[in-house]
């Protein structure tokens, strides 16, 4: 069964300095990962995916992630955060299935606070 | 903007009693997945539908059921409902290998 972790619950970081978040998932054969942001009262917005090639792909607002089958992890970064970055982020991990997507696993979510 | 839509957006109702959630997917979308998110379960999948037939079913109950219509749109049936039913209820569609979600509806048991 697949299953993803994220240790971090709550994470505060200040306006301007970098951020990693960490996601590590279990999955039989290779995985297909995603991070989402979710802003309060709000839907899940697709941040990045990962599903083969180059180890590092990246996203939207300025995120990007690295695949480390070694380390079974898929940790989301960003050089500079932005106020506007608070929020909670998912990381999902989903099987490849032909045709269409199968299901998402989803991690617990860490919540970002930024503080100016 | 995802373009999938889901109304209501909030539903408060009483125990025992049963409502309709309902999804428009991202136009040329075939496939329509249900998640759960509840405070103590975090983000769960309920049921897959891919044009119009069931695919996948995850950590459903027995008195929830799901439809998709020969239009795309789902509808997710909550009966005899309890307390520990209030969640937000997220749609989710697409294609390929990638799921874009909906804003959600927000359902209170009281």
């Known amino acids: 069964a697949q299953s993803v972790t994220q240790p971090d619950i709550h994470i505060t970081v200040s306006e301007g300095a970098s951020l990693e978040l960490r996601c590590n998932y279990s999955?039989?054969?290779?995985?297909?990962l995603f991070w989402y942001v979710q802003s309060p009262g709000q839907g899940l917005q697709l941040l990045l995916k990962?599903?083969?090639?180059?180890?590092l792909v990246q996203g939207i607002k300025g995120f990007e992630a690295e695949f480390k089958r070694s380390q079974s992890s898929f940790n989301l970064r960003k050089p500079s955060v932005h106020w506007s970055d608070a929020a909670e982020y998912f990381c999902?991990?989903?099987?490849?299935?032909?045709?269409?997507?199968?299901?998402?696993?989803f991690g617990t979510g860490t919540r970002l606070q930024v503080t100016l | 903007d995802s373009g999938v839509t889901q109304t209501p957006k909030h539903l408060i109702t009483a125990t025992g009693q049963r409502v309709t959630l309902r999804c428009s997917p991202r136009?040329?979308?075939?496939?329509v997945y249900w998640y759960q998110q509840s405070l103590d379960q975090g983000l769960q999948f309920l049921i897959h539908?891919?044009?119009?037939?069931?695919?996948a079913k995850g950590n459903i109950l027995e008195r929830f059921s799901a439809q998709q219509f020969p239009d795309l749109h789902s509808e997710l049936n909550l009966s005899s409902l309890e307390l520990g039913d209030s969640a937000l209820y997220f749609c989710?569609?697409?294609?390929?290998?990638?799921?874009?979600f909906g804003p959600g509806t927000r359902l209170t048991v009281l």
């Open positions: 989710a569609s697409g294609v390929s290998d990638t799921q874009y």
């Open positions: 999955y039989g054969a290779t995985p297909y």
């Open positions: 990962y599903f083969s090639g180059d180890t």
């Open positions: 999902a991990v989903g099987a490849a299935a032909i045709g269409t997507a199968s299901k998402l696993t």
């Open positions: 136009s040329g979308d075939l496939s």
């Open positions: 539908y891919y044009n119009g037939e069931e695919r």
